[in-house]
């Protein structure tokens, strides 16, 4: 027993003896992460960018910033970036409720950035609008686009729906699947949370101005619940972003002269697919924030594209696509399609104007890179532009021409790019008959080399 304390008491002496040596020789601590995070900027609005998107944009913006260490937090929609950057602890806060709550957030400055998968509303322009213009080029950032894929479950034997019909189906005037084809099953429409980015698209696209006070649609709370739903439910009908869509049995969507199609990366990549839509971060224009400035030049930089295709969206770096010529296609437009490429840049005005919006300024300086690189040089650029199908024949031909000489007179005075041609089709395959959506979606100028 004796010797028993005698060790116990050796052992605490030696202890005694060696802890000083241990504090003062002991790594330092890192006191920059124990300190409160300083937030670089704040991004709130909708789940379709805020799940994948933007914490991967903000944790490699970060990197080309010098940050180490850099970790996300998730708790449900709601995530926390956060990082050493120049020896101080930094976070970015990113809440994904939908594309609504973005804008009410930057009313409220809780956002410096808000995030929308359509884009701003005119009644929120005006509650914004002490803020100045949220829908100029300093304000309205394009990042990407998606589509809304309509999805029905694996045993549905119907493989396509125009416009006309979805609108039946979500006001409740179609209501059976053997009314389009299909078996003797109940409908069962989905529907989003009327926060959602996503259902507001769908509304746009399919009922316009008028769409129905209320629905017979059961409202869903996320994507996730969506694709459950579809691939468990015989009788359901569902949308989903095009991220979201793998695995589920798609149906092809109709609008205007084109004919059906199941929307893949090349018909989004143009926006021509009906039901495309443009995903958008807005910043305050009223106040200037050198971190949030330099993270909206990222996310349109190719390596911030890069990772928008990395996420399961469509980036907006130019490419090559061929088309298969239509039938009735002009004589120059064939050869263009039989000959030549598209590019998956087409240029659009603002609000159906003479002006061009905010993603046709950036893509001026996309399509100027792109005919930069070694291998583009030599090729033969074509501006085809189209017009609204409302006018008489020779107005459509003049107006046509008109925006595609818009497009080339950029090129040439803001890019220093001449040797453009010009192909003016007036009316040409329309993109949609809608008469409030014809101006902007009609109206376009398409890009095509050889």
């Known amino acids: 027993m004796e010797n028993k304390h005698a060790l116990l008491g050796g052992l605490l002496l030696a202890v005694i003896t060696v802890l000083p040596w241990l504090e003062t020789n002991a790594a330092p601590a890192r006191t920059e992460t124990n300190s409160t995070p300083v937030t670089l900027f704040r991004m709130t609005g909708s789940n379709t960018i805020g799940a994948d998107l933007a914490p991967a944009l903000v944790k490699s913006w970060l990197e080309t910033r010098g940050a180490t260490r850099i970790q996300q937090r998730t708790r449900g929609e709601r995530h926390w970036i956060t990082a050493d950057l120049n020896g101080s602890a930094v976070e970015i806060p ?84 053997q009314q389009l084809g299909g078996k003797n099953l109940p409908i069962q ?43 468990s439910t015989p009788g359901a009908i569902g949308y989903v972003p095009f991220a979201d869509a ?16 199941v929307p893949d990366a090349g018909i989004i990549a143009t926006e021509d697919f009906p039901l495309t839509r443009r995903l958008y971060l807005y910043r305050n224009p009223s106040t200037h924030n050198t ?64 002006e061009l919006d905010n993603r046709a300024l950036r893509d ?23 017009s609204d199908s409302k006018a008489n024949s020779n107005i459509a031909d003049l107006i046509s021409r008109f925006r595609a000489l818009k ?34 979606k009609n109206s376009r100028v398409e890009v095509w080399i050889n």
């Open 291 to 354: 971190d949030v400035a330099d993270f909206l030049h990222f996310a349109e930089s190719q390596r911030g594209q890069s990772l928008v295709a990395d996420t399961g969206f469509i980036n907006l770096t130019p490419v090559p696509l061929k088309m298969a010529p239509f039938a009735n296609a002009p004589e120059g437009y064939r050869a263009l399609m039989e000959n030549g490429a598209r590019l998956s840049i087409s240029f659009r005005f603002a609000d159906g104007s003479t």
């Open 364 to 386: 001026l300086h996309r399509l100027q890179d792109y005919m930069a690189e070694e291998n583009n040089r030599d090729l033969s650029l074509t501006l085809v532009g189209f």
């Open 94 to 177: 990113i809440i994904a409720l939908g594309s609504s709550t973005g804008f009410k957030a930057l009313d409220q400055d809780t956002a410096d950035i808000a995030m929308a998968s359509r884009r701003i509303k005119d009644s929120e322009v005006e509650k914004l609008s002490r803020f100045g213009s949220l829908t100029g080029a300093d304000a309205e950032h394009v990042i990407g686009l998606d589509a809304l894929v309509i999805a029905v479950h694996k045993d549905n034997p119907v493989q396509q729906l125009t416009l006309e019909q979805l609108d039946g189906i979500y006001r409740g005037e179609i209501r059976n699947w």
């Open 407 to 440: 497009v080339q007179g950029s090129l040439l005075r803001d890019h220093r790019m001449g040797d453009s041609n010009i192909l003016a089709l007036g009316a040409f395959a329309p993109l949609t008959a809608d008469s409030e959506q014809a101006p902007v």
């Open 189 to 231: 429409p989905l529907h989003r949370d009327r926060e959602s980015g996503t259902r507001a698209t769908f509304d746009k696209e399919v009922f316009g101005s008028n769409a129905p006070a209320r629905s017979p649609a059961d409202e869903v709370t996320g994507n996730h619940e969506t694709r459950e739903r579809v691939l």
């Open 246 to 261: 793998e695995g589920l049995h798609k149906v092809a969507i109709k609008a205007g002269q084109l004919a059906a199609v």
